[in-house]
């Protein structure tokens, strides 16, 4: 590996090379705002760049920035461009049309560049590419807001169906979801910060549970409750964002520690404010005279069927919330049974919670390159959506319940079960990264991929 030996510098106009750099910028920014990883952001970038003439780009990303460099050799000045991102929110229609563009502009294995004159080898020119991007980034979304609001409810409802809950909780998750979703929209728009937005929410499905015992309190029997402590785990499960876990131990793999360091922060208080919240109504409902005990060691349904069904609907839930097309939204419900019934397999086999979710995540990362090959459908997405009811979320409301226990002996669980979420988090990075790697290699690896991962190996002995 040589180390701090001058490159070639692209013999391209300055002009040309400002447009180039400020169009991959652009794009990068767009596709780290709606969800991409690091590396993901990185190869794309590298593979726009390189389809116009400009090799020689430098792509540097941060958790809130992201700056593209060109060096222009000796005698010309080098170009830096960067950009802050403002705005994180998972948005698969606008990243599958993100995925398309680039794909025109730069090609893949089974799809040529899209190019301004057939007789040529150039591709479309940057401003018709700028263009497109434009159009792209501010087009409607493919379903009104209240959709959005109705996902969410369905992922609750898919929440409680895979712990075996009844129809009545399926009413009472799915109502307190969708408070959450208008709570959370209302205190955005007013300006309040993400950790009290999180606590507010933890508050409503917490005051679900706290009435319901209330009743209860009095000798009557809601028929299909059941454990009351899962209205509250299905709307803590709904807004831990498992996710970022997972984003962060993709980043980290990755070997992007900087990026993977912030998400991890993010997900420390996106998850201390749900503590917050919780504990608030809890204690307002003792004060009140109204005592509740959460139940932390709620378990997965013992019915095959019923659970993957779950899995099925969470996918569904999940893709809804993020304006997902209905034929990525049908793919990713498929693929989450074969990952949850690939999971239940693993765990039958005496596997730990862990290693199963790596095997099953690995599983659903190579079909879902496969299905994106074949039928264009966004790999990300539906590979994304497929794994959701394998997220660690469990886990970490058992951490929350322990810690508001206030005991030393607990503590130590609370301990246990973080390093349980970060242990699944990271089996299901690795399995996606290592089940698409596997995939890539059948199909064609992208050579803008190769070079994104190469850049952030860490050491090598050669």
Same mark, same amino acid.
């Given at each position: 590996?040589?180390?701090?030996?001058?490159?070639?510098?692209?013999?391209?106009?300055?002009?040309?090379?400002?447009?180039?750099?400020?169009?991959?910028?652009?794009?990068?920014?767009?596709?780290?705002?709606?969800?991409?990883?690091?590396?993901?952001?990185?190869?794309?970038?590298?593979?726009?760049?390189?389809?116009?003439?400009?090799?020689?780009?430098?792509? =540097?990303?941060?958790?809130?920035?992201?700056? $593209?460099?060109?060096?222009?050799?000796?005698?010309?000045?080098?170009?830096?461009?960067?950009?802050?991102?403002?705005?994180?929110?998972?948005?698969?229609?606008?990243?599958?049309?993100?995925?398309?563009?680039?794909?025109?502009?730069?090609?893949?294995?089974?799809?040529?560049?899209?190019?301004?004159?057939?007789?040529?080898?150039?591709?479309?020119?940057?401003?018709?590419?700028?263009?497109?991007?434009?159009? #792209?980034?501010?087009?409607?979304?493919?379903?009104?807001?209240?959709?959005?609001?109705?996902?969410?409810?369905?992922?609750?409802?898919?929440?409680?169906?895979?712990?075996?809950?009844?129809?009545?909780?399926?009413?009472?998750?799915?109502?307190?979801?969708?408070?959450?979703?208008?709570?959370?929209?209302?205190?955005?728009?007013?300006?309040?910060?993400?950790?009290?937005?999180?606590?507010?929410?933890?508050?409503?499905?917490? *005051?679900?549970?706290?009435? #319901?015992?209330?009743?209860?309190?009095?000798?009557?029997?809601?028929?299909?409750?059941?454990?009351?402590?899962?209205?509250?785990?299905?709307?803590?499960?709904?807004?831990?964002?498992?996710?970022?876990?997972?984003?962060?131990?993709?980043?980290?793999?990755?070997?992007?520690?900087?990026?993977?360091?912030?998400?991890?922060?993010?997900?420390?208080?996106?998850?201390?404010?749900?503590?917050?919240?919780?504990?608030?109504?809890?204690?307002?409902?003792?004060?009140?005279? $109204?005592?509740?005990?959460?139940?932390?060691?709620?378990?997965?349904?013992?019915?095959?069927?019923?659970?993957?069904?779950?899995?099925?609907?969470?996918?569904?839930?999940?893709?809804?919330?993020?304006?997902?097309?209905?034929?990525?939204?049908?793919?990713?419900?498929?693929?989450?049974?074969?990952?949850?019934?690939?999971?239940?397999?693993?765990?039958? #086999?005496?596997? =730990?919670?862990?290693?199963?979710?790596?095997?099953?995540?690995?599983? $659903?990362?190579?079909?879902?390159?496969?299905?994106?090959?074949?039928?264009?459908?966004?790999?990300? $997405?539906?590979?994304?959506?497929?794994?959701?009811?394998?997220?660690?979320?469990?886990?970490?409301?058992?951490?929350?319940?322990?810690?508001?226990? =206030?005991?030393?002996?607990?503590?130590?669980?609370?301990?246990?079960? *973080?390093?349980?979420?970060?242990?699944?988090?990271?089996?299901?990075?690795?399995?996606?990264?290592?089940?698409?790697?596997?995939?890539?290699?059948?199909?064609?690896? =992208?050579?803008?991929?190769?070079?994104?991962?190469?850049?952030?190996?860490?050491?090598?002995?050669?």
């Amino acid at each position: 590996m040589p180390l701090a030996v001058p490159g070639h510098d692209d013999d391209v106009s300055q002009q040309h090379a400002r447009a180039v750099l400020d169009l991959a910028l652009r794009i990068g920014e767009a596709a780290l705002s709606t969800g991409a990883s690091a590396a993901e952001v990185v190869a794309t970038v590298l593979r726009v760049t390189s389809a116009y003439g400009v090799t020689s780009t430098s792509v =540097d990303i941060t958790y809130t920035s992201i700056a $593209v460099s060109m060096q222009r050799g000796l005698a010309e000045d080098p170009i830096s461009v960067m950009r802050v991102i403002k705005v994180r929110s998972m948005d698969f229609t606008r990243l599958e049309g993100l995925q398309g563009l680039v794909d025109d502009l730069c090609g893949s294995p089974d799809r040529p560049v899209a190019q301004a004159n057939p007789h040529t080898a150039e591709p479309i020119a940057v401003e018709e590419a700028r263009t497109r991007l434009s159009n #792209l980034l501010t087009a409607p979304h493919p379903y009104r807001r209240w959709v959005v609001t109705a996902g969410l409810s369905t992922t609750a409802i898919g929440v409680v169906i895979l712990f075996g809950g009844g129809f009545t909780m399926w009413l009472i998750a799915g109502l307190s979801a969708a408070l959450v979703d208008r709570a959370q929209r209302v205190l955005y728009d007013i300006g309040i910060a993400s950790f009290f937005r999180q606590a507010a929410s933890a508050a409503i499905p917490t *005051m679900f549970a706290v009435v #319901l015992q209330y009743i209860e309190s009095f000798g009557v029997d809601i028929p299909g409750v059941g454990s009351i402590s899962l209205v509250v785990v299905s709307g803590i499960i709904v807004l831990l964002a498992g996710l970022s876990v997972m984003g962060a131990a993709q980043d980290a793999i990755d070997g992007y520690y900087v990026t993977a360091g912030a998400r991890g922060l993010e997900v420390f208080m996106m998850t201390l404010g749900i503590a917050v919240g919780v504990a608030i109504v809890l204690s307002l409902a003792a004060s009140a005279g $109204v005592t509740m005990i959460i139940n932390p060691d709620i378990g997965n349904s013992t019915n095959a069927l019923t659970s993957t069904l779950g899995a099925m609907v969470v996918a569904m839930g999940f893709c809804m919330t993020h304006y997902t097309g209905l034929r990525a939204t049908m793919v990713a419900a498929g693929l989450a049974a074969v990952g949850w019934l690939t999971f239940a397999a693993a765990g039958a #086999l005496a596997l =730990d919670q862990a290693p199963a979710s790596a095997v099953a995540a690995a599983i $659903v990362g190579a079909l879902a390159y496969t299905v994106h090959h074949r039928l264009r459908v966004p790999g990300v $997405v539906i590979s994304t959506a497929a794994i959701v009811a394998l997220l660690p979320g469990l886990a970490v409301y058992r951490a929350i319940f322990m810690l508001m226990l =206030d005991s030393s002996g607990l503590m130590n669980i609370a301990l246990v079960q *973080m390093a349980t979420a970060l242990a699944v988090g990271l089996g299901l990075a690795a399995g996606l990264s290592i089940g698409g790697y596997a995939a890539r290699r059948r199909f064609g690896l =992208d050579r803008a991929a190769v070079r994104a991962r190469r850049r952030s190996l860490g050491a090598y002995q050669d």
